[in-house]
């Protein structure tokens, strides 16, 4: 078969997310699929190689925007290829493709429905209108999480369509470090201060920096650590912003910004703990990232973050922040009860790996191209 993928996410640089998941499974799949020929489209030109004889790519759009390419430029592009099945990588398809070829679409989140507060106003827009009719067109889809799966469905009552769940995988690169060069590595390459609570997200509403932020201050006075922050920039983060530099203890916060993958384990295995608050994930991988290098995890109860954590994290209300604050303290301070929860921590990262998501990607093709169903 010859498939075709959606490969605009790995012209981000981005190290989590959608950008992440695009470009480890990607990889994954090189390796293990040597049947199936793939064809990498994209608008713009993107960083991506692979020593698989089956794999090309394709750009050069006549249209400097993704969304208009996609749906207008890209099914003449897929007809010209003889592209057998299209693979979505990011919630959406290209709705005028041939009949002919049948489609698969992973969904992350429907953030869109549940949060759209949260959303940059462009994207709320593009997923609003291109999700139904994406989700209606598609001959499978695949979530990467059962709650993102029971989501679809609640929401747009998929029929007739194989469906199938793939966790995301954790990078070889994220295992625990030796403390003393971590430490060394962090203070030199990004001035951080050691001992610190670590919290890795986007800096926007869904994450939840604010509930970070104000558990952090509440035992501020009891510990000797900074709150750091690890994230792209965001959106609607201004008021955050605002209320965190009226605080007395805003010079102990420190705001790193985007984190190049090669440092990142770094970052993590020099926290004494990870705080992950967020409202509502898709998948939600920092706190295997986290568990990956040795770190006890304080995550929030919500969404798909327990079905990915289990009991390997202490699990809260993200908007209880006295909560969240006693929770802290009694990792920081007990040291039994956070070697136990590393211990855990380190058991369940070894249930996701890159490898097994590509499996079963591969699987959901074989299903697709065969006409199998559900």
């Not at 489209?41 to 208009?68: C, E, M, Q, V």
């Not at 993958?261 to 898709?282: H, K, W």
């Amino acid at each position: 078969m010859k498939i075709g993928i959606d490969s605009r996410p790995l012209r981000e640089e981005k190290t989590s997310g959608i950008p992440a998941y695009v470009r480890n499974l990607l990889k994954s799949l090189a390796d293990l699929d040597q049947k199936n020929d793939y064809v990498l489209y994209a608008h713009k030109d993107f960083p991506f190689t692979t020593s698989n004889p089956r794999w090309s790519k394709r750009s050069g759009a006549l249209t400097r925007y993704g969304t208009i390419w996609m749906q207008l430029e890209l099914p003449l592009w897929l007809k010209e290829d003889q592209i057998d099945i299209f693979w979505g990588t990011q919630h959406t398809l290209p709705l005028l493709m041939p009949k002919r070829i049948k489609t698969v679409l992973t969904m992350h989140d429907l953030v869109h429905l549940i949060f759209p507060d949260t959303m940059k106003a462009k994207n709320y827009i593009i997923n609003k209108l291109v999700i139904p009719p994406s989700i209606a067109r598609s001959n499978a889809h695949v979530a990467i999480s059962h709650w993102t799966l029971n989501d679809v469905k609640k929401h747009f009552y998929p029929k007739n369509k194989i469906m199938k769940v793939t966790h995301l995988g954790i990078g070889k690169n994220f295992h625990p470090r030796d403390a003393s060069q971590a430490q060394k590595r962090v203070k030199e390459e990004l001035n951080l201060q050691t001992p610190y609570i670590l919290t890795v997200g986007t800096f926007e509403p869904r994450k939840n920096i604010i509930g970070t932020f104000h558990a952090f201050e509440m035992i501020a006075d009891q510990i000797p650590h900074r709150l750091v922050i690890v994230g792209q920039k965001g959106w609607k983060n201004e008021a955050t912003f605002r209320e965190m530099k009226q605080s007395k203890y805003w010079p102990r916060v420190h705001i790193v910004g985007f984190v190049p993958d090669e440092l990142l384990p770094d970052v993590y295995s020099s926290a004494d703990l990870f705080l992950f608050p967020s409202l509502y994930e898709g998948f939600g991988i920092p706190p295997l990232e986290a568990m990956a290098c040795g770190v006890p995890v304080v995550a929030s109860n919500v969404s798909s973050i327990p079905e990915v954590v289990e009991d390997a994290a202490i699990l809260v209300n993200p908007n209880n922040i006295a909560e969240m604050s006693q929770h802290i303290l009694d990792l920081l301070q007990n040291r039994s009860l956070r070697d136990r929860m590393v211990k855990k921590g380190l058991e369940q990262i070894k249930k996701f790996t890159w490898t097994k998501t590509a499996h079963a990607m591969m699987e959901v093709f074989d299903r697709v191209g065969s006409n199998s169903s559900v």
